[in-house]
C-alpha cells in the first residue's frame, strides 16, 4: 500500500503517538487524514479533519465510520493503562481496560471492514506493544489486554485477507509520550515509531518491531517460562541501571 494519497483515520490523535501518526502521514502525502479524539477540540494539528470518537463506545464507532466512509489506512492507536494488577486490582477497571484496548480495536475493525474492502482493500495498523509478551505487577491488566489484542490481530488478519485488507501489528516499548513520562529510560520517539509502522504498511509487513526491545524480547518467547522471566528481570534491571 501507498502512503502518499491514502485516506487514513487514526484514533486518539490529539496528542502522543496518535498525534505523531497524523501528522507523519501528512507529511508523507495522504490525501486526507481523519484525525479522532474523544474531545475532538484538543485536535491541534492543521490539516487534519477532527472527528468524535470514543472506540469503548459502539454507538461513537459506528458514527465515525459512517462520517468517514473513504477510509483506507485505519490507525488503531488509542489505548489505556490504569496500572492494575489481576488479582487484587479493581475488575471494573481491568474489564475497562479490555473494552478500550482490544474490543475498541476490534470494534474498530468490524465497523470499517466494509469500508477497506470497497475502497480496494486497504491497510489496518494495530499499535500493540512488547507488553503482548510478558507482564508486571502493576502493569498484568495492560499485559493482559495487549496479549489479547495481539491475538485478535492475528486473527483478524486471516479473515481479512480474501478482501485484500493489510493487517499489521506493530509492538514497541517505550515512546517518549505522555504514558511513559515517569519512566528514565531510552524512548523512541512518536515520529519514529510512526515512520517505522508506515513503512511497515508500504512493505506488506504483517508485523513491525519498532526497537530493539521489542525485538529482544520476541526473542526470548521459545524460552520455557522461568527461562523467560529470569532474562526478562535481567533485562529490566539492566534498563533501569542504563
Given at each position: 500500500?501507498?502512503?502518499?494519497?491514502?485516506?487514513?483515520?487514526?484514533?486518539?490523535?490529539?496528542?502522543?503517538?496518535?498525534?505523531?501518526?497524523?501528522?507523519?502521514?501528512?507529511?508523507?502525502?495522504?490525501?486526507?487524514?481523519?484525525?479522532?479524539?474523544?474531545?475532538?477540540?484538543?485536535?491541534?494539528?492543521?490539516?487534519?479533519?477532527?472527528?468524535?470518537?470514543?472506540?469503548?463506545?459502539?454507538?461513537?464507532?459506528?458514527?465515525?465510520?459512517?462520517?468517514?466512509?473513504?477510509?483506507?489506512?485505519?490507525?488503531?492507536?488509542?489505548g489505556i493503562n490504569t496500572g492494575t494488577d489481576l488479582v487484587t486490582g479493581s475488575l471494573d477497571a481491568v474489564r475497562h481496560e479490555l473494552e478500550t484496548n482490544m474490543f475498541g480495536h476490534l470494534g474498530m475493525i468490524?465497523?470499517?471492514?466494509?469500508?477497506?474492502?470497497?475502497?480496494?482493500?486497504?491497510?489496518?495498523?494495530?499499535?500493540l506493544s512488547a507488553m503482548s509478551w510478558f507482564g508486571g505487577k502493576g502493569a498484568n491488566a495492560y499485559h493482559l489486554t495487549k496479549a489479547a489484542a495481539w491475538a485478535m490481530t492475528n486473527g483478524v488478519r486471516l479473515e481479512l485477507a480474501e478482501?485484500?485488507?493489510?493487517?499489521t501489528a506493530v509492538h514497541l516499548g517505550l515512546a517518549d509520550t505522555d504514558m511513559a513520562a515517569g519512566w528514565p529510560v531510552d524512548k523512541i520517539a512518536p515520529s519514529d515509531l510512526a515512520d517505522a509502522a508506515l513503512d511497515g504498511v508500504e512493505a506488506g509487513s504483517a508485523e513491525v518491531l519498532a526497537d530493539q526491545w521489542s525485538r529482544d524480547v520476541k526473542s526470548r518467547l521459545p524460552l520455557t517460562p522461568e527461562e523467560f522471566n529470569a532474562a526478562m528481570d535481567r533485562a529490566l534491571a539492566a534498563l533501569m541501571a542504563a
Open positions: 500500500m501507498d502512503i502518499n494519497n491514502s485516506v487514513a483515520l487514526v484514533t486518539g490523535a490529539n496528542r502522543g503517538l496518535g498525534r505523531a501518526f497524523a501528522q507523519r502521514l501528512l507529511e508523507r502525502g495522504a490525501h486526507k487524514v481523519y484525525a479522532t479524539a474523544r474531545r475532538p477540540e484538543t485536535v491541534d494539528l492543521p490539516g487534519v479533519e477532527a472527528l468524535p470518537l470514543d472506540i469503548a463506545d459502539p454507538a461513537s464507532v459506528r458514527a465515525a465510520a459512517e462520517a468517514a466512509p473513504d477510509v483506507s489506512l485505519l490507525i488503531n492507536n488509542a468490524r465497523e470499517f471492514a466494509p469500508a477497506l474492502a470497497g475502497n480496494g482493500g486497504g491497510a489496518i495498523v494495530n499499535v478482501q485484500g485488507t493489510l493487517v
